[in-house]
């Protein structure tokens, strides 16, 4: 089964810069070495090994996966522009974590009506975030853009199908997970923006 471990707080920021387990770096530190590019890629590429081997995968992480190898393969051609390359490893590293989300809500069938209250709280967040899948995928210029909505809304509507059969923790896993394909999309369309250069006084 596969299990990567790696708690959704780990992709937050870290103190001074420095990298957290999933080899990510501070948003607004500057700077990347060639040492510390490779050294994220190598990460990302075990973990997509990792999930592409996984047996019995749900459709959604086979998507999912796919595209994260094709994310993966992009950032390695964007390693001449620190900032392309940070989105489109970071876009990658949101749908790996996804799929480990879905793969792993599987275990996760108990009711435990005292998780009710958190699982509510976090899936109107997560539905918030949903609906905004729509506009970054338009944006992200992406061929699949479509199929990428369609699997956050079904990851979504899976995780209010656990939470009306109160499977709290189930429903936190999967809302989380239908969250981080948003964040995806929206990494992959900052990756794509052109940065216009400041007007000159005239």
């Not at 501070?26 to 075990?46: I, N, P, V, Y």
């Not at 709280?121 to 995928?137: D, N, S, T």
């Amino acid at each position: 089964m596969l299990l990567l471990a790696v708690p959704l707080a780990a992709a937050g920021p870290v103190s001074g810069g420095q990298r957290d387990q999933r080899g990510q770096r501070e948003r607004g530190s500057r700077g990347w070495s060639q040492g510390d590019k490779q050294e994220r890629l190598d990460f990302l590429a075990k973990m997509l090994s990792l999930a592409t081997g996984a047996s019995e995968a749900p459709p959604e992480c086979v998507f999912l996966n796919a595209r994260a190898a094709e994310l993966l393969e992009r950032a390695k051609q964007a390693k001449g522009n620190d900032f392309q390359f940070d989105r489109l490893a970071s876009a990658t590293d949101n749908l790996l974590r996804a799929g480990e989300r879905i793969y792993s809500s599987r275990k996760f069938d108990r009711v435990d009506d005292n998780e009710r209250r958190d699982a509510a709280l976090l899936l109107q967040k997560c539905y918030f975030r949903v609906q905004q899948a729509e506009y970054f995928a338009g944006i992200s210029g992406e061929k699949e853009s479509k199929q990428y909505v369609t699997v956050t809304r079904s990851i979504y509507q899976q995780a209010r199908t656990a939470y009306d059969t109160r499977q709290y923790d189930r429903a936190r896993m999967l809302g989380e997970a239908s969250s981080l394909v948003v964040m995806a999309l929206e990494n992959i369309a900052h990756a794509s923006l052109k940065i216009p250069d400041p007007p000159v006084i005239k």
